[in-house]
């Protein structure tokens, strides 16, 4: 099991009484100690969880600054979004009316996004070509965004 050894800094999250708190503490059977971040939820139970909510409280307590929580951009949202198949990724767009027919037509003068369409197995959602295929056929980012979202079940 992990070992606290200290609290290094606090964030809050955005859910209430949570916080990510970069920490300090020795990985399991390692004698080195190593720095990193730690979600602390309310009520943990496991591992060093209630050490490092204590630590928390105390840091709190004593006037320690708590960063405030910085939401993510866009972006960072997108590029956490889970890869698509190719197969979610087409009936996803069929389900829009764009056809892999038409997808050829608009890379037929791109050998590079032909060759990433035809061979690509999984499909990233901030991969240029995703971006160049959505500006083409004139999806906004947010509806990108949603189709994909949804794509994910299929």
């Not at 004698?31 to 943990?44: C, G, I, M, R």
């Not at 764009?98 to 050998?111: G, H, K, R, S, Y």
């Not at 980012?141 to 189709?147: A, F, I, K």
Request: net charge negative.
């Amino acid at each position: 099991m992990a070992r606290f050894i200290r609290l290094l800094s606090v964030q809050e999250r955005g859910n209430p009484d949570c916080y990510l708190a970069m920490i300090e503490a020795h990985l399991d059977g390692e004698a080195t100690s190593e720095v990193l971040t730690f979600a602390s939820l309310p009520n943990d139970p496991h591992g060093i969880g209630p050490v490092v909510r204590a630590a928390i409280t105390d840091w709190i307590n004593s006037g320690q600054p708590v960063a405030p929580y910085v939401a993510p951009t866009q972006e960072e949202l997108r590029a956490k979004m889970p890869e698509l198949t190719r197969r979610q990724l087409l009936l996803a767009l069929f389900s829009i009316g764009i056809t892999e027919d038409q997808i050829d037509a608009a890379l037929v003068n791109d050998t590079e996004g032909m060759i990433e369409w035809k061979n690509a197995s999984d499909f990233v959602r901030t991969h240029p070509l995703i971006t160049d295929l959505s500006g083409h056929f004139g999806l906004p980012p947010e509806q990108v965004d949603s189709l994909w979202l949804w794509a994910r079940n299929l």
